[in-house]
């Protein structure tokens, strides 16, 4: 497969790209500085770049055409403001969804955030961050045709992964693994069963290929 990962320079994209690498898919990561290029092809991806923020639709759809999937795996980061967290956050997965429509890739994941909702309250940037990636994900689930799937991660940590998962509608809080968001993120790749879902994922006790199977309807 050829996947086109948003974001791919990020913590969880360059493990996804190491592991569909590993196994001989094409990974392709767009980032905005080219001096992340050499990372990405250290991690066996091709490197694009692109700045989702100025980017027009036809430029991103460019870059998707020939996919078989897509991941949004962009953010603004920890560090930003408030403006980049509708202008990356939200802005950027809208534009990645209308891109693809146009390109012709209908699958499309994309890394959201446990807590994500348009109406959330508050004025902290991590509010503003909240209510950006609810309004993506209620754009792709609402205003698209495509084959999405919406992964909400719990905290996330740097601990070594172990495919020991909690998957599911609603999970409660608690925190996982990049590891295991990166690996739940390929198996999600493999599963076309799992569009249409929105599913927060946490550490667990249930293996990840037995979960992935369990909310798909395996």
Sequence with gaps: ?????????????????????????????????????????????????????????????????????????????????????????RGAAVLFADAAERAGVRRYIVVSSMGADPDHPG???????????????????SRTALDWTILRPGMLTNDAGNGQVLLAASTGRGTVPRDDVAATLVELLDTPATAGLTLELISGHVPLTVAIKDVAGN
Excluded at 61 to 72: K, N, P, S
Excluded at 123 to 141: C, I, P, S, T
């Design 123 to 141: 004025d902290e940037v991590f509010d503003v961050y909240l209510r950006a990636k609810g309004a993506a994900d209620a754009y792709v689930r």
């Design 1 to 89: 497969m050829r996947i086109v990962i948003a974001g791919g320079h990020g913590q969880i994209a360059l493990r996804l790209e190491r592991l569909l690498a590993a196994r001989g898919d094409e990974a392709v990561g767009i980032i905005r500085n080219p001096e992340q290029g050499e990372d990405l092809r250290s991690a066996g991806a091709e490197p694009v770049v692109l700045d989702l923020e100025s980017a027009s639709v036809e430029d991103v759809a460019e870059a998707l055409r020939g996919a078989d999937a897509m991941v949004f795996a962009a953010g603004a980061g920890p560090n930003s403001g408030t403006a980049r967290k509708d202008t990356v956050d």
